[in-house]
């Protein structure tokens, strides 16, 4: 498949969270993936605001990433804060040139692996909410062409949290959705502690496991999130009994 099919097809693929099934969880997951599949970056992530405008990490690509975003939240500072607060895309051609600015940021990049950063908002009709994060191990801007790509994908994603729903949608019920959304990445990742301690193994394949259930069974990866922390559904369907009994 030819670099415009695969384009295509990743939009299409955004585009199909419309559907009455929509699961949040699934469309940042495809995002960031997406992203790091199509775009000349090595590692992508996805954060969006919560009710009083604090951003919470939806998805990411490797847990490097993952880390990143979470402690330009915990410090309030950093590219991603910034590209949320103004809406406007940031980029970070080199990010030891940024050690002045952000003292805790740039050693844990380069910690990492990461030299170079690039964010996007994650917006609709104008309106931040939340950003992605584009992240390289070698310095250098992203191109122009990859930097409107990646605006172009997260306005998609934004689009599809917009229109989950079979009802007629307001701009102002994006904020439901978006703590709904929230919501279920929470419970997700309490039902990976709970699969891993009960399973005696890595939240990562925790992680893993519930994915794959969720794809085997063709149901909603929050569904199953929420049903084990409810404890309507019992663990041993997605790790099997540890005692062997």
Avoid at 52 to 74: C, N, P, S, V, Y
Avoid at 149 to 167: C, G, K, V
Avoid at 211 to 232: G, K, N, P, Q, W
Wanted: proline share 4%; charged share 25%; aromatic share 4%.
């Amino acid at each position: 498949m030819n670099r415009e099919r695969e384009l295509a097809q990743a939009f299409v693929d955004l585009a199909d969270t419309y559907a009455s099934d929509f699961d949040p969880l699934v469309l940042f997951s495809r995002l960031v993936h997406t992203c790091r599949g199509r775009l000349e970056v090595d590692a992508a992530a996805v954060m969006i605001a919560d009710g009083r405008g604090t951003l919470k990490t939806m998805a990411a690509t490797e847990d490097g990433a993952a880390f990143i975003e979470l402690l330009q939240t915990q410090t309030g500072r950093g590219p991603c804060m910034d590209c949320f607060r103004t809406g406007e895309a940031r980029g970070i051609p080199d990010i030891t040139a940024e050690r002045d600015r952000w003292p805790k940021l740039v050693p844990a990049m380069l910690d990492n692996g990461y030299r170079a950063l690039h964010t996007v908002p994650l917006r609709l009709h104008d309106r931040p909410l939340g950003a992605v994060t584009l992240l390289n191990a070698r310095v250098g801007n992203l191109s122009d062409g990859d930097a409107h790509l990646a605006q172009a994908l997260a306005d998609s994603a934004a689009l599809s949290l917009m229109h989950w729903s079979t009802e007629p949608a307001r701009v102002d019920d994006v904020i439901t959705r978006v703590q709904s959304a929230i919501a279920a990445k929470t419970a997700l990742e309490i039902a990976k502690g709970m699969i891993a301690v009960y399973g005696n193994i890595e939240v990562g394949e925790a992680g893993r496991r519930l994915t794959d259930y969720a794809r085997h069974h063709r149901v909603s990866l929050a569904d199953t999130a929420h049903a084990l922390v409810s404890r309507t559904m019992d663990p041993t369907v997605i790790v099997g009994d540890p005692h062997g009994s």
